[in-house]
């Protein structure tokens, strides 16, 4: 069963490591199940990295939904 919505709205606290331990272990087996959702962790970790906390949006969890919706219907 996926919840690849769900993964995607804790996604950037998984990334800031913000999450519980429960949260972040399901994340995790989340994304090592789920290749498309790993595709999408990798693009904003990635992306996190390079910008820097100060260019985090608040629209950022919904775009991140939306990549996860295309991806997962390719
Ligand atoms: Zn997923």
């Known amino acids: ?3 690849c919505e769900q993964i995607a709205k804790l996604l950037y606290q998984y990334i800031d490591r913000e999450l519980t ?4 272990r399901r994340v995790r087996q989340h994304l090592d199940a789920c290749p498309p959702c790993k ?3 990798r693009l ?3 992306m996190l990295t390079i910008i820097g906390e100060h260019c985090r949006k608040v629209s950022a969890p919904e775009r991140l939904i939306d990549r996860v919706r295309q991806l997962s219907h390719e």
């Open 1 to 3: 069963m996926r919840n």
């Open 21 to 24: 331990d429960d949260e972040h």
């Open 44 to 46: 904003e970790e990635g």
């Open 39 to 41: 595709h999408v962790f």
